[in-house]
Structures are given as C-alpha cells and as structure tokens.
C-alpha cells in the first residue's frame, strides 16, 4: 500500500518550513532553550501541520479561494517580516534579536506556526485525488512536524548559539526564503 509512504513523504516536506522557522527560533532567542520551549515549539508546529491539512480538506476550493490568493501572500509577509527583523537585529552592533521577551510563546509562536502551515493547508486539497486518507496522512504530518523540529531545535540550541549575528542573518534569510518558495508554488 502505497498510501503510508506518501502520507510520510508529505510530511517530511510539509515539516521543512516549520524546521527552517524553529531553527531561527533558537538562534534568535535571548535564554538558552530548555525542555520545555522546544516542547512548546514542537507542539504548537505540529497541531497546525496536522490540523491545516483537514482544514483543507474539510472545505477542499472554499478554503483555499481567499480574495485575490490573500493565503500564500499573508504567509509570505508574515515570515518576511520575521525575516526582516531577524536579519537586522543581526547586523545591528548591539546585542539582541527579533524578540524582546520569549520567542516561544504567545502571538509569535502562533503567527509562525500559521505561517509556516498554510502550505498544509493547500496540501489537505490534494488528499482525495491523491487517495489518502485525510485523518491517517494529517496525523502523520503533525507527529513528524512535531519529531523534527524538536530534533532541529535541540541540534540548532547546542550548535548555531555559537554563530551569534551571523546565524541570526542566515535563519532571516532562510525564513525569506520560505516566504518567496510559497509565493512562487500558487
């Protein structure tokens, strides 16, 4: 049966954005990271990977149809905002980053988590002429979402502190990147 393979397939690629994000997340924060921010993090990503797929797939055209093509266009200035912010705070001689209190929690958290899914959210459109079973595959989305960028951001808050601005520079540029991949795949 084909269908578990795909179902993962999807969600490694759907998880990519949300790793991208976490990992700037990490280099961004002003505390070193413990257990439970990654948790947060890791959760928060993985809820919105699994429930915009069903969105999508719930509501299949209707969701998708904001005026004038608003989804991918919303998540392109969220993270280009971020993006923008991360890579001046990079620069800037002083010490410090995007965010003044913590990164991992609160309307931050949830704009990025938005962000970064509403490409699962066009993905849920394709369950059923893919053939996939939309709880299954949007399950298997979240956990893997979840998985990865709990691994990334335990990897990135042992490695990429040591870059400093550098690293914040890079992960802005990583989340303009994301932005500018969802533009050009509508």
């Known amino acids: ?69 608003a989804g991918p266009w919303i998540a392109f200035s969220l993270l280009v905002f971020v993006g923008g912010k991360m890579i001046y705070e990079g620069v800037k001689p002083r010490e410090g980053c995007l965010f003044t209190g913590d990164p991992t929690r609160g309307l931050p958290l949830i704009l990025l988590a938005i962000g970064t899914s509403l490409d699962a959210l066009a993905a849920g459109v394709g369950f059923a002429p893919l053939g996939l079973a939309p709880l ?30 550098r690293a914040a520079v890079m992960g802005g540029l990583i989340l303009i990147a994301v932005g500018v991949k969802i533009l050009f795949s509508i």
């Open 1 to 69: 049966m084909m269908e578990p393979a795909v179902s993962a397939f999807l969600g490694f690629g759907l998880a990519m954005d949300a790793l991208a994000v976490s990992i700037a997340i990490v280099v961004c924060a002003p505390f070193h990271l413990s257990a439970a921010p990654v948790m947060r993090v890791s959760g928060t990503f993985g809820l919105f990977q699994a429930l915009m797929p069903l969105a999508g797939w719930v509501f299949a055209g209707k969701a998708l149809s904001m005026p004038n093509g």
């Open 136 to 165: 299954f595959t949007s399950t298997v989305i979240g956990v893997l979402t979840f998985a990865i960028v709990a691994v990334g951001m335990s990897l990135a808050n042992r490695i990429g502190r040591r870059a400093g601005g």
